[in-house]
């Protein structure tokens, strides 16, 4: 063995190989922090496009979600090892030394398929949205507009059918691929049911994006009502939308200009929500919401029913605070306000049409 293999060794023994390439990703998401133009340059139009390919191509022939079948493993083989740990079957030291690798490899491998689309810039800086101060004006006549498409698009949406939805979902992502500049098709998103809806139910999951595998997944408890707009937003999340508040902008554009009208009931009836939220300040709020039709209301509080019963209060708390953390930690100050921060968005997308 020569010297400089000899010295290889001792500074980068195999066994850290993990912790020192976790370590280099690390620095590179500091950098992508600082440079988030070059990120989107070089990382979301580029390597990003390349890697949702190929992963998507080999996971759309699975037609259950592969990442849930990971974790439900990853899961149980830890309840096994902490067993075996309790019961003296395999030494400590050597065991967690496998564990952080195991959880090294994981990080790296999260930010080199997806994760550093959280660092490129926000989707009003890349669509040139103006950056002045809205004026108040502007949110009360979008909600007096939103509340007026919602109800001229009220469907019954029990004739509602997945497939078709999907395809809808699919073409108008394609027509407005220039405007919300991603790189249509990226792969592919066959929409997968999770395998654990209900638990994740009971947590007010309604879908989720896996990365590991590039695969879209919606909660099979989702209302007619919720499903085009879930769908679309995690679609969303495949063409590297991280933020929260961005797929939900993107799930109301695809939705609300579709030709197919259950789309675009679903985007109005989803987003006027947000907008009702932040309207809970105004005076009048009681005089907006009866604007709406009895049918749009009733639609409402069905859902609302719907998953307060399904609801477990102690699993959504831990949930919420889960994702509240992830979203912090990944360059969202917001957390989990940032999904209604799409009515800002909302509003500067107005605001540009208007334009002369």
Not at 94 to 106: C, E, G, M, S, V
Not at 137 to 166: C, H, P, Y
Request: a positive charge; proline letters at 5%.
């Amino acid at each position: 063995m020569s010297y400089w293999q000899k010295v290889r060794g001792f500074l980068f023994p195999t066994r850290y190989l993990p912790f020192w390439v976790a370590a280099v990703v690390f620095l590179i998401t500091r950098l992508a922090i600082r440079f988030p133009q070059l990120t989107d340059r070089w990382y979301s139009h580029g390597l990003y496009p390349v890697i949702a390919s190929m992963l998507s191509f080999f996971s759309r022939f699975i037609p259950f979600s592969l990442w849930d079948v990971f974790w439900t493993a990853f899961v149980l083989s830890a309840i096994v090892v902490i067993l075996l740990l309790i019961f003296r079957k395999i030494r400590f030291t050597p065991t967690l030394l496998k564990t952080l690798q195991f959880l090294a490899i994981l990080y790296s491998y999260f930010y080199l398929v997806w994760g550093f689309n959280y660092f490129r810039p926000s989707i009003d800086n890349r669509l040139h949205f103006s950056t002045a101060k809205l004026p108040d004006s502007l949110f009360v006549e979008t909600l007096d507009t939103l509340i007026a498409q919602t109800n001229a698009s009220w469907i019954e949406m029990d004739s509602m059918r997945k497939g078709d939805v999907n395809r809808a979902v699919e073409a108008s992502y394609k027509a407005h691929s220039a405007f919300l500049q991603i790189n249509y098709p990226n792969g592919y998103r066959r929409p997968k049911t999770m395998l654990y809806s209900g638990l994740f139910a009971k947590s007010g999951v309604s879908g989720y994006f896996g990365p590991f595998f590039n695969e879209v997944h919606t909660n099979g408890k989702l209302l007619p009502t919720e499903y085009p707009f879930v769908l679309a937003h995690e679609k969303a999340h495949q063409f590297g939308m991280a933020r929260e508040s961005e797929a939900n902008f993107c799930a109301y554009v695809v939705c609300s200009t579709s030709q197919d009208p259950y789309l675009r009931y679903s985007a109005n009836f989803n987003l006027i929500q947000y907008f009702l939220v932040d309207a809970l300040p105004l005076k009048n709020y009681r005089d907006y919401v009866k604007k709406l039709k009895p049918e749009v209301i009733a639609d409402i509080r069905a859902e609302q029913k719907y998953w307060r019963a399904m609801r477990n209060e102690k699993l959504d708390r831990i949930q919420t605070a889960a994702n509240d953390a992830y979203l912090k930690s990944n360059n969202i100050k917001q957390g989990t306000l940032n999904y209604n921060q799409v009515v800002e968005l909302v509003l500067r997308w107005y605001a540009q049409k208007d334009k002369p």
